[in-house]
Nanobody
């Protein structure tokens, strides 16, 4: 079992940047694949990014490729999402997720979730 807590959300102007953090409990952080999802009002939860256990293999949703970067620091039990060139359509609640298997885009396959952090991009 792992507990996840997101932080770093807030209000930012279009074109700006934010860095989200997700802190995980336990000593087994390196055993988990980590991911980020987002959900805007009236929309389904959307895959944003995922990263392998070692941190060497990232994966991104098409809507954020070239703008967002996922990374992890296993020594700190933390995964990050660096968001650059933010757009109004990036506005959503962002959720951190963990899985013992490589699931990627399907939210139902991820076993653990944080509470979410709000990101609002003004245009």
């Amino acid at each position: 079992q792992v507990q996840l807590v997101e932080s770093g959300g807030g209000l930012v102007q279009a074109g700006g940047s934010l860095r989200l953090s997700c802190a995980a409990s336990g000593r087994t952080f390196s055993n988990y694949y980590m991911g980020w999802f987002r959900q805007a009002p009236g929309k389904e939860r959307e895959f944003v990014a995922a990263i392998s256990r070692s941190g060497s293999i990232p994966d991104y949703g098409d809507s954020v490729k070239g703008r967002f970067t996922i990374s992890r620091d296993n020594a700190k039990n933390t995964v990050y999402l660096q968001m650059n060139s933010l757009k109004a359509e990036d506005t959503a609640v962002y959720y951190c997720a963990a899985s013992t298997r490589w699931i990627r885009v399907d939210p139902a396959g991820w076993g653990y979730w944080g509470q979410g952090t709000q990101v609002t991009v003004s245009s």
